[in-house]
């Protein structure tokens, strides 16, 4: 039971313009979620994260949006540059759930590619 | 450095052999994590420590898997008899005790079971 899925294994996208990823979850009882970024060979780092009493949070070219009644979530980036080619997992997180640890559950992935 | 260490960074093993992987947290973080991500999959969780207590462990985690943190900083992730199942990229992180603020990815161990 995936409860946290990134539909997109794959976005292309022109250097300058934005990229949307998106990731759709399950579970009502995840209240914080996070964008980790992740080159080949290294662990993931973390990028943004939005908790459930917000819709959006900005950080520089970053911005994520939450629709709770939707259980979705999307990851804007723009402008686009070659150096954010990567790939981007979404995951998510039940803070209020003391005995849950911090554990995070991730989805799958999105591997975006920026041409020049 | 400042960073979650592991090593090895890669291992090669034959099938059926036992191997050991060793994280070094963040030093003032209590909580410790394992993840454990396969080819076009998102990193699952496998164990977490507080301290040196193991507090869940994932049904992923077989009997041939076991974790431990005998004195609350650095901690250790043993495979006995290994399958080819378990060729992975085995990811640590840490954190601090409340919250996901700093919560930090090593760089991980990726084994390959021949």
């Known amino acids: 039971d995936q409860q946290v899925k990134q539909n997109s294994p794959s976005l292309s996208v022109q250097e300058g313009r934005i990229s949307i990823l998106n990731c759709d979850y399950t579970n009502s009882m995840f209240d914080y979620f996070l964008w980790y970024k992740k080159y080949p060979a290294e662990g993931p780092t973390f990028l943004i994260s939005?908790?459930?009493?917000?819709d959006k949070n900005e950080d520089g070219r970053f911005t994520v949006f939450l629709n709770k009644s939707a259980k979705h979530l999307s990851l804007h980036i723009v402008p686009s540059q070659p150096g954010d080619s990567a790939v981007y997992f979404c995951?998510?997180?039940?803070?209020?759930?003391?005995?849950?640890?911090?554990?995070?559950?991730f989805g799958g992935g999105t591997r975006v590619l920026v041409k020049p | 450095d400042t960073g979650v260490s592991q090593n090895p960074r890669h291992k090669i093993t034959k099938r059926g052999q036992n191997v050991t992987f060793r994280c070094d947290p963040i030093s003032e973080h209590n909580r410790l994590y394992w993840y454990r991500q396969t080819l076009g999959q998102g990193p699952e969780f496998l164990t977490y420590?507080?301290?040196?207590?193991?507090?869940?462990k994932s049904r992923l985690l077989s009997d041939r898997f076991s974790a431990e943190r005998p004195k609350g900083s650095f901690s250790t992730l043993e495979i006995q008899r290994t399958e080819q199942g378990d060729s992975a990229m085995y990811l640590c992180?840490?954190?601090?005790?409340?919250?996901?603020?700093?919560?930090?990815f090593g760089s991980g161990t990726r084994l390959t079971v021949v």
């Open positions: 992180a840490s954190s601090p005790r409340e919250g996901l603020y700093g919560y930090t």
């Open positions: 939005i908790s459930s009493i917000k």
């Open positions: 420590f507080q301290n040196e207590a193991q507090l869940e």
């Open positions: 995951a998510a997180s039940a803070q209020m759930i003391k005995a849950a640890g911090n554990k995070l559950t």
